[in-house]
């Protein structure tokens, strides 16, 4: 069976600060990471996945499959980046997404 | 494009009544999934449907559950009987195709309360 950890339900840092969302997955294949965003009011809408291996608002997160880790990284954070992130992962030929628990990600002033 | 659209947005229901949670993907998607979200957790996958076809179900509960996607209309998500337990969100996305890769969108949810 698929799993994924966020370990940090809440994490709160100063704006221009580097920020990094953890992200731990439990499978034996080849799966297909994403990073999953809600703002304030807005429905979840998808930020990045791990085959674009593309940098979006700033944003970048690199699969390691040794650690099975999908780490979300931004270098400097912004206000705006304050809102709820889920780590999902889809199995090898499935359709399902499997998500974390989430971390509430707060940017202070 | 609209979205993927669900309503109600909010459901309110006395033990042992039914729920009909609706959701209409986006244009031009063909599948849909639905995930709920109990307090405190992530979303957790339910079922997996495309045009009268229920294809992966092995979130669903086995009683009292069910969910179909007509050739015409929305996606309808059924609980039957509801109990408190049952009190949560309920998101759908739609897909426009079966390959992993493809984006999942997500509607607002309906969020089910049960009295």
């Known amino acids: 069976a698929q799993r994924v950890t966020q370990p940090e339900k809440l994490l709160s840092v100063f704006k221009g600060a580097p920020v990094e969302l953890k992200c731990n997955y439990s499978?034996?294949?080849?799966?297909?990471l994403f990073w999953y965003v809600q703002y304030s009011r807005q429905r979840l809408q998808l930020l990045l996945r791990h085959i674009s291996r593309e940098s979006i608002k700033g944003f970048t997160a690199d699969l390691n499959k040794g650690e099975t880790s999908f780490h979300l990284k931004k270098p400097f954070a912004q206000e705006e980046d304050s809102a709820m992130y889920y780590c999902a992962l889809s199995a090898q030929g499935a359709q399902k997404l499997v998500f974390g628990q989430g971390t509430r990600l707060t940017i202070n002033p | 494009n609209a979205g993927v659209m669900q309503n109600p947005r909010h459901l309110v229901r006395r033990r042992g009544q039914e729920a009909r949670l609706r959701c209409s993907p986006m244009?031009?998607?063909?599948?849909v999934y639905w995930y709920r979200q109990l307090p405190e957790e992530g979303l957790k996958f339910m079922v997996y449907l495309q045009k009268e076809n229920i294809i992966d179900e092995s979130g669903m509960p086995k009683e009292r559950f069910s969910a179909e996607f007509p050739k015409e209309g929305p996606s309808i998500l059924r609980i039957q009987q509801v109990v408190r337990g049952d009190s949560a969100a309920y998101f759908c996305a739609s897909s426009p195709g079966a390959l992993a890769k493809n984006i999942q969108y997500f509607g607002a949810g309906t969020r089910l309360s049960v009295l």
């Open positions: 244009k031009g998607h063909s599948h």
């Open positions: 499978y034996s294949g080849s799966p297909e």
